[in-house]
């Protein structure tokens, strides 16, 4: 089991930048797929960006690629978003996920973080 907390939401003017920040517990944290999705009010929790476990491959949504990086470091038992070029579309709370696989769908992770609130002004 794992537990999940997510760090570094705020306000920021759209063209900003926010890093993201999921700190997992336990030892097997390198045995996880990573994931970060997404909720805007009224609107189903999307998919943002996956993460394998070594960190080798990585996978985006199409509305944040170019924009979005998704990085881990399992010596510390982390999992990053670093978020350029935001815009007011990118407003919404922000979960981190972990599963046996880095998939694409929520129904893929087992564990999640409480989530984080981004809000981009224009």
């Known amino acids: 089991q794992v537990q999940l907390v997510e760090s570094g939401g705020g306000l920021v003017q759209a063209g900003g930048s926010l890093r993201l920040s999921c700190a997992a517990s336990?030892?097997?944290?390198?045995?996880?797929?990573m994931g970060w999705f997404r909720q805007a009010p009224g609107k189903e929790r999307e998919f943002v960006a996956a993460i394998v476990r070594s960190g080798t491959s990585t996978y985006y949504a199409d509305s944040v690629k170019g924009r979005f990086t998704i990085s881990r470091d399992n010596t510390k038992n982390t999992v990053y978003l670093q978020m350029n070029t935001l815009e007011p579309e990118d407003t919404a709370v922000y979960y981190c996920?972990?599963?046996?696989?880095?998939?694409?769908?929520?129904?893929?992770?087992?564990?999640w973080g409480q989530g984080t609130q981004v809000t981009v002004s224009s």
């Open positions: 336990g030892r097997t944290f390198s045995s996880y797929g």
């Open positions: 996920a972990a599963g046996n696989r880095a998939g694409l769908s929520k129904n893929e992770y087992d564990y």
